[in-house]
């Protein structure tokens, strides 16, 4: 069990009264709050250890340099990699599936090949993909859901054939909170002898992931929604394919050799990391690794999977209430509408009482045109939410039905 009233105290976003912030943050799926243990290394980064990394021989540059490659080495440890230069510092999720489209996918694909995805994809692991069937002639095909809003895993042979030359899929929808079996797929699409890429953005932060059990060639993650800062994310990569492939974005820093003419490459991990990268984030993202570690990622899944049961059976109260995703749900994201009340409204007045919940479309547009709806409401759980928060989130949203009605 977690120690909730002491994992609060580490969180001066909850306190009470600070006459700014929402006394209840339900949008965690979004982008989580930040410990005070990140905050701090952040700030002492910054105050006493900022300098340029791999490049200065002073004992400052190489202290920085020591701290980045320490988080790296965290982050390798906290999936299960093998190796620390399978981990390559990225901006977000976002950042690391367009670093494979653009610098795996769009060198290697040509017409005939096939790209396939699933209709549950964000839109990040959506718009690089079509972007790159269109640059390589190759195709976009797409796992459907089924009518319990579930992968559609009965036929894979309609989905892989021999020309399926990648696979990219999301691990956790941010939408509907299902869990899809990566593994089970990504067993399969290597029948075929398709390349794999994860989005893991939603499920880093929730649960013990293990890329060498998964056998995934890519994977990817963001360290804000995980307690870290913005800006800075994660692509593992297994090591042969990242040697095999040519840099993302070039520069500084990737580079072993330049002439006026031509340049050879850095080894890996940093032929994917030019330019000055986000150091003080990487650095706070390995003690985000640490706190969560800390605290066990089974008792993470498990505080989770209990709040989201119980505000599942207390939703039901709220009358007109059609939630998505009811059944098995213990994600920690619930998506929901209320007939006759738009989202947007429903979460504005729910701001005036503090509380902060999403709604839209979630980066998720074909799910919501599968819902035949333009938006939903989303509450999504973290480790510092209580029960508390959800009684009184479903107080206030009958207080304010009651207006509506
Ligand atoms: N994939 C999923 C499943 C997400 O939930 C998100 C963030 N909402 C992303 C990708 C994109 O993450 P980022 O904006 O940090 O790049």
Request: hydrophobic share 35%; with cysteine.
């Amino acid at each position: 069990m977690l120690d909730i009233d002491s994992i609060r105290k580490d969180f001066p976003f909850l306190e009470a009264g600070n006459g700014k912030n929402p006394l209840v943050y339900f949008d965690n799926a979004s982008t989580t709050q930040k410990p005070i243990q990140v905050l701090n290394k952040l700030d002492q980064f910054y105050r006493e250890s900022n300098a340029n990394v791999h490049r200065g021989v002073y004992r400052l540059s190489q202290q920085a340099t020591e701290s980045y490659e320490n988080a790296r080495k965290k982050i390798a440890d906290f999936i299960n990699a093998k190796e620390e230069r399978s981990i390559i510092f990225t901006r977000g999720t976002t950042e690391s599936i367009n670093l494979v489209a653009y610098a795996w996918a769009q060198q290697q694909l040509k017409p005939g090949d096939e790209i396939l995805i699933t209709e549950m994809e964000h839109h990040s692991n959506l718009v690089p993909w079509q972007i790159t069937a269109k640059r390589t002639g190759a195709s976009l095909k797409y796992i459907p859901l089924n009518d319990n809003l579930e992968l559609d895993v009965t036929n894979l042979e309609n989905y892989f054939t021999p020309n399926t030359k990648i696979f990219a899929i999301i691990h956790k929808s941010n939408s509907l909170g299902k869990i899809n079996p990566v593994q089970q797929l990504i067993e399969y699409a290597k029948t075929v002898g398709a390349i794999t890429v994860v989005d893991g953005a939603q499920s880093v932060p929730h649960t013990a992931v293990d890329v060498q059990k998964l056998d995934c060639d890519f994977f990817a993650c963001s360290g804000h929604k995980m307690l870290g800062p913005t800006g800075i994310g994660i692509l593992y990569g297994k090591p042969e394919l990242l040697e095999s492939m040519e840099p993302f974005q070039s520069g500084g820093e990737m580079i072993d050799t330049v002439s006026m003419t031509e340049s050879t490459w850095n080894d890996i991990p940093w032929k994917f990391e030019a330019g000055t990268p986000s150091i003080a984030q990487a650095v706070g993202l390995g003690e985000a690794v640490d706190y969560l570690q800390n605290l066990n990622m089974q008792t993470v899944e498990d505080h989770i999977g209990e709040l989201t049961e119980y505000a599942l059976e207390n939703i039901q109260q709220i009358n007109g209430v059609k939630v998505y995703n009811q059944e098995n749900n213990r994600s920690g994201i619930i998506s929901f509408n209320v007939e006759g009340v738009h989202p947007h409204d429903l979460a504005q007045f729910l701001d005036q009482d503090e509380i902060a919940i999403r709604t839209g479309h979630h980066c998720t547009q074909p799910i919501m045109k599968k819902l035949g709806v333009s938006a939903t409401a989303r509450i999504s759980f973290y480790i510092y939410n209580t029960k508390d928060e959800i009684d009184k989130l479903f107080r206030c949203m009958k207080s304010t039905l009651n207006y509506f009605n």
